[in-house]
């Protein structure tokens, strides 16, 4: 590795983690905040010993083969890895970290927040309110009815730390909470969260009112919830998703939206991000957000925090903290 090591950032994050990147490391920066185009992003890589993407870099195959000998390490700044070929990367011996844990709380509020807005008309209320076409004429008893939340049963798909987190909220808002995971949580977690575990997801999006996609996007997790799945859900049943958006085949979600085969959604991810069908936006039955779940300030620089200290750890000769895959050497020894 260089003495100096270049670190390339391909969007602007806070303030205050460029400058202490900049104290840090010899870094190249993106003060425009434009998206880099592959071309810019092969560039970047062919130049870089680490590079740091985000969501919207799709780190693939062919970028990584098409890297210089130099990079070292792809320090994501995000905790979803899905925008970068893992394989590819494992087989050109290149180190990828993340920043797990410190978005899992504002991950679940915004869920929350979705799993509110839907069934409760909040933003259907919002809007009306807004509208200067619309006159409020008061109160009125059977006006903007919306779904009582307490009592009924959310279904959580993926009990990760965010999922833990989502259900730990929804329980204090009386929420039943059944949970499908390729992992089955410790029995006292289950306990405490009062989750019943299914194993069969099939037999669980039959049943539930509100189902919530806190997974990670995996081959494994891609369109998981098909249109065959989507059709298992009870009429009145609404989806949240804030994980992101292949898990859902979004044609067949929108679908079943128009034809009131489920009753909503709360999306704040998408299967083409930015492209957004177009069935669900203007629709009252769908609050849909621009992936701003993990949005907070404290939040970016906390993940910037976790993208330094993975950077440093790297560069000092140490194990990073936050490896997505165990180092080589680790997994020889355990052969
Ligand atoms: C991030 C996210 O904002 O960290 C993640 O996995 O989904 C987001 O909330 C984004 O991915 C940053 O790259």
Redesign the pocket.
């Known amino acids: 590795m260089n003495q100096d090591p270049l670190v390339i950032v391909t969007r602007k994050l806070p303030d205050s983690i460029e400058s202490r990147m900049g104290e840090l490391f010899n870094v190249r920066l993106n003060p425009t905040d434009q998206p880099l185009s592959k071309e810019a992003l092969l560039d970047a890589v062919k130049v870089a010993d680490i590079l740091v ?4 870099d799709k780190i693939t195959a062919d970028i990584i083969q098409n890297a210089g000998e130099n990079l070292k390490l792809i320090a ?5 890895v899905d ?1 970068i070929d893992l394989d590819a990367a494992k087989e050109a011996g290149i180190i990828v970290t ?2 797990p844990g410190v ?1 899992t709380n504002d ?1 679940a509020d915004m869920t929350l927040a979705l799993m509110l807005a839907v069934p409760r008309r909040l933003l259907e209320g919002a809007i009306f309110l807004n509208d200067p076409a619309n006159k409020w004429g008061g109160w009125s008893p059977t006006w903007m009815l919306g779904h009582r939340l307490g009592g009924k049963s959310l279904g959580i798909i993926g009990m990760g730390r965010i999922g833990q987190a989502v259900a730990s909220r929804a329980k204090a808002f009386g929420f039943k909470i059944n949970y499908h995971s390729h992992r089955r949580i410790a029995d006292e977690i289950e306990q405490e969260l009062g989750a019943t575990y299914w194993e069969s997801l099939d037999q669980m999006l039959a049943r539930m009112d509100i189902i919530s996609v806190n997974c990670p996007s995996t081959p494994a997790t891609y369109h998981l919830l098909s249109a065959r799945r989507l059709a298992l859900l009870k009429p009145t049943a609404f989806i949240i998703n804030t ?2 958006g292949d898990i859902i085949d979004e044609n067949a979600l929108a679908t079943a939206i128009e034809n009131g085969t489920i009753a909503g959604a709360g999306l704040d ?1 998408f299967e083409h991000e930015p492209e957004i069908d177009h069935r669900l936006l203007h629709n009252d039955r769908v609050v849909a957000l621009p ?1 701003m ?3 907070t300030l404290e ?1 970016r620089i906390d ?1 910037g925090e976790k993208v330094m200290i993975n950077i440093k750890a790297f560069i000092d000769n140490h194990n990073p903290p936050d490896r997505v895959f165990p180092a080589a050497n680790h997994v020889r020894s355990r052969a």
């Open positions: 993407p985000t969501v919207t994501n700044f995000g905790a979803g925008n993340n920043t978005l991950t994980a992101r991810v992936h779940s993990s949005a939040s993940m």
